[in-house]
């Protein structure tokens, strides 16, 4: 990992890199996987702490999806959608209905968690439209929020990170300013919060009530936007006003469906069944690309027609209900079911926000740690008290990052923020490997 290489020799352009990094930091070349663990090709060991971008369930290589992918590979890799159905999608079809919450009925398939915003977004707008309605085309989204990266997606992203620079690409919507209660403004804590600070969202959806397609949100955590964390008594209040409006609530799950926030899905905390669920990255358990936008019966309805010209849903991709990725999600979710993964869970989900809490808090550099489930975010700034960030130029959260990955763990930093998603199948004792390895990384460079 120490050589240095040239512009000369980047052939493949990484996602999220400054290129020019790899001149003195170059991609690591890995060369497999085993529960955890990702190795290089000297035989290094590195700590999966981020689940390979929040994918990975039950560790690499696992046995029983590798399985199940060999076994349909044998069979039928790949066959059109449109006019064909299989059995591996329509047992996970079967699988996904029986465990999201109650009154979505429906499913519809894609290709990665960016493709399944886009379906959603064009289904709420297009369902509208069928019943009469085509004015409602507008969505309200949050500040910090993040539903992928395509240009739709981009119009209800609320990182400008992400948006900003395709501004002039991207028809935009209505933002708001969402829940921060990690440094709430109306003095709650997330265990006494009644959504005091709805009062935006509610303005919103009130001057909008005509022109509102739907209000789209990532229940319980925004990852990619800063790991801010509300609770579910916000998520219940725009369900509640979601309805009164007569708009479409969209959950996305991408990220903190499939047990990352504690339970299966993150708005079975809320007790809230949303009109729109999109799903993918855990589906799989990290195998391959799959997403699914689930809907309801009056959804549907509104496209079922007798000419495919006047209301059928026209979206497609060519790897929509891929086999292979059906098959790998069947199985996960089957491994879900018989070992209880949700309450097996529970101790180890306490243990690694305990060992996060025990190493980062009260250290000189720490402005806040949250915790949802399985997901911990550790913020640092240059002084906590005073609020003072770390200069950008100094990209502490990148140093850090790069500490750890000389230590043999992979845990990526968000700005000057890390955070902790580890597969489940980690045990305690790695749990404390991890932590141990992350604070080192941190002393390493904060001195």
Known sequence: ?????????????H???????HENYPPVFIDRGQGIYLYDREGRAYIDAI????VNL???????????VGEQLARLEHVIFAGCTHGPAEELATRLLAVVPAGLSRVFFADNGSCAVEAALKMSHASWRNLGHPEKCRFIYLTNGY????????????????????????????????????ACPCGKTRQTCQAECFGPMQAAIEANAEVLSGIIIEPLVQCAGNFHMHPPAYLSRLRRAATAAGCHLIADEIAVGFGRTGTMFACEQADVSPDFLCLSKGITSGTLPLSCVLTTDAVFDAFYH???????????????GNPLACAAACETLRIFEEDDVIAANKPKIAHLQAAVRERFAGHRHVSDIRSTGWITAVS??????????FDGRERTGFRIYREAIKRGAWLRNLGDMIYFMPPYVITLEEIDKL???????VEAVLG
């Open 58 to 68: 039950f560790g690499h290589a696992n046995p029983r999806i590798t399985r199940a």
């Open 51 to 54: 689940s390979s971008w929040w």
């Open 147 to 182: 539903h992928g990266e395509t240009a739709g997606a981009l119009g209800v992203c609320g990182d400008a990170l992400y948006a900003a620079p395709f501004a002039p690409l991207v028809v935009p919507q209505i933002e708001v300013a969402g829940p921060v209660c990690h």
């Open 1 to 13: 990992m120490s050589h240095v290489v040239g512009k000369e020799a980047m052939r493949i352009w």
């Open 380 to 389: 640092l700034a240059a002084d906590p008290e005073k609020g003072t960030a």
């Open 435 to 441: 932590t141990d390895i992350a604070f080192d990384a």
């Open 306 to 320: 007798d000419y495919a010209e006047d209301k059928a849903f026209l979206h497609s991709h060519s790897y929509t």
């Open 15 to 21: 996602p999220c890199t400054q290129m020019k990094d």
